[in-house]
């Protein structure tokens, strides 16, 4: 039975979806099937970011150490950046442009300025090593990419082809960073009328079959997800105003998570356009780094991976900041153990935990549970996101299950991605004839609406927020001369959620340790898919009547293994 808060939620909702209002609909037909879309929304980023960042203009938007911007000079910079893009460097719409560094001011700016050039925001993945890096630019054929000095050295000696690298720095602010793009007259430069439909974005995720994958979307996908976003935010603000738990200051977050991750990029990064709010960034996680932040900058809003929270939690210096700002901590990208969401509420003087299921491919849309509704069902990553967001889940054959089957979660919406870019196979397996994205993720849903997931269909590790393909992290084991059979699988963490298992048999006269076997793969992976357990097996690995590697034996014997050892 729906709780009092569900009924609160679906009002709101309702009252904001009437006519004129701000979440009102109209169908968007795509492939034969009409899909809501809301029918205020901005029709394309660069249209959304000037409106915002114009509406905006005086507020406080980017603090990114002694550096503080605001959303006009953050407008100003990005403009310049796109004129010169433009004039200096021949971007033209549907170019790709990628982004290799950490987080940072110039890295939003040059984010903004890609976009409002017509360039295609491709955002790298920071954490790669340099043949990762070479190989997703090479994929999707950037023509140019901008890269801090550490990303930039991590591509010496690998060939990028006819790809231009301009490397900047981040010790200076962003017309500084990047006055060699630039150039004279950039800031007059006309810059190109783009629409909807029009390519905007690339984020790569792991699929089950190894190296990522470039997930890329139109204008109108990303802008319909962050407005979807935004909508949500509003009609929780104005419960938590009636329950009396409204923030005592203006709206702020901590960008603690990488920023070529979907949940920095939309709900973080795009969605503060909207609400005016300040984004102050981290370089690198640290608890009570955090916690000195949060109180110094009153910040409202804290999401993250789900180590995070519960660490600010349980840190033994707590009591010392003051944190009382912040009534949401929401977490996503992984799944938060069930014992956490009691310790985080507790610590919260207002407001409480949430928890978000949105993946690369749906722009970070999907499912959210928060407030009281989160404590009762813990368990559960929640009711979809009205207005543009439908939840089914199907067999294997695309027809729908009855409430509280098992089966494959699939979402349906505007804000889904087109494609994997050159990728028409995985493309097709990844959507059902009616514009269903298969998630790979196996749930449920109960009678009052609640998605519950309880496996994964994919060969897919979540470490942190980060999907690590299995068979990746097999094939860079496999160049190993030694290496007779191995097999790659998931460890339960309290921490990231899942860490990275491999148990390998070798060769019978070879001397190939463990540890030797880990620095190898520390030289051909990024750090976070190399495996944090390693066992040598003494014989053949089991195996199924197909003559696979049994994976799911294997992983349960060695989560119980690593669990015994914890208790």
Not at 104 to 113: E, I, Q
Not at 180 to 206: C, N, Q, R, Y
Not at 365 to 394: M, Q
Request: hydrophobic share 40%; aromatic share 8%; glycine share 10%.
């Amino acid at each position: 039975m729906p709780s009092e808060l569900d009924r609160q939620i679906e009002a709101a909702f309702e009252g904001m979806s009437q006519p004129g209002g701000m979440l009102e609909t109209q169908d968007f037909v795509k492939n034969g099937v009409a899909l809501p879309t809301i029918a205020r929304a901005p029709a394309t980023l660069a249209d959304y970011i000037g409106h915002f960042c114009n509406q905006n203009k005086d507020a406080e938007f980017l603090v990114d150490g002694d550096l503080r911007m605001t959303f006009g000079e953050a407008y100003a910079a990005a403009r310049t950046l796109a004129g010169g893009l433009i004039a200096n460097k021949g971007i033209e719409v549907g170019d790709r442009v990628g982004i290799g560094a950490r987080n940072s001011a110039n890295w939003v700016v040059a984010y903004m300025g890609i976009l409002m050039a017509g360039g295609v925001a491709t955002l790298l993945n920071g954490w790669w090593q340099g043949s990762e890096f070479a190989e997703a630019i090479a994929l999707v054929d950037c023509k140019l990419v901008l890269a801090d000095p550490k990303r930039a050295a991590r591509l010496e000696g690998h060939d990028i082809g006819r790809t231009e690298l301009f490397v900047y720095d981040n010790a200076k602010p962003p017309l500084e960073a990047f006055a060699d793009l630039i150039g004279g007259a950039a800031a007059e430069m006309p810059l190109p009328v783009l629409t909807g439909d029009d390519k905007a974005t690339i984020l790569f995720t792991s699929g089950s079959t190894g190296r990522s994958k470039g997930a890329w979307s139109t204008h109108r996908a990303v802008v319909q997800a962050t407005m979807n976003y935004v909508g949500a935010t509003l009609v929780l603000l104005q419960l938590a105003t009636a329950r009396g738990e409204a923030p005592k200051y203006p709206p702020s977050t901590l960008m603690n998570v990488p920023l070529f991750h979907v949940t920095a990029e939309v709900p973080m990064l795009l969605q503060g356009f909207a609400l005016g709010r300040k984004l102050v960034l981290m370089r690198k996680w640290d608890a009570e780094e955090a916690m000195r932040l949060i109180e110094r900058e009153r910040i409202t809003y804290f999401t993250g991976v789900p180590l995070m929270s519960i660490e600010l939690a349980t840190h033994p210096k707590r009591d010392d900041y003051d944190l009382s700002s912040c009534t949401v901590m929401a977490a996503g990208g992984a799944p938060r153990p069930t014992e956490h969401v009691s310790k985080i509420k507790a610590m919260m003087k207002d407001g409480g935990p949430g928890l978000g299921y949105g993946l690369t491919e749906t722009n970070g849309v999907g499912c959210a549970n928060f407030s009281d509704n989160y404590i009762e069902k813990p368990e559960s990553t929640g009711t979809p996101t009205p207005p543009v967001v439908e939840l089914a889940i199907l067999d294997d054959d695309g027809n729908h299950l009855p409430q509280g089957d098992r089966g494959e979660i699939c979402i349906r919406s505007v804000a889904n991605f087109e494609g994997y870019w050159n990728n028409e196979e995985a493309t097709r397996e990844a959507y059902t004839d009616d514009l269903f994205f298969r998630t790979g993720d196996i749930g449920y849903v109960d009678p009052d609406g609640y998605l519950y997931i309880v496996d994964r269909k994919k060969d897919i590790i979540i470490r942190g927020g980060e999907n690590i393909a299995c068979t990746e992290v097999e094939a860079a084991a496999y160049e190993h001369d030694d290496v007779v059979e191995l097999s790659v699988f998931g460890i339960q963490d309290d921490h990231y959620g899942e860490v990275v298992g491999m148990i390998y048999l070798a060769r019978e006269e070879a001397d190939l340790s463990p540890d030797n076997l880990k620095a190898f793969l520390g030289e051909r992976l990024a750090k976070f898919k190399v495996p944090a357990f390693i066992w040598q097996a003494d014989g053949p690995l089991p195996r199924l009547g197909t003559q696979k590697i049994d994976r799911k034996t294997l992983r349960s014997e060695y989560n119980a293994k690593v669990a015994a050892k914890a208790a």
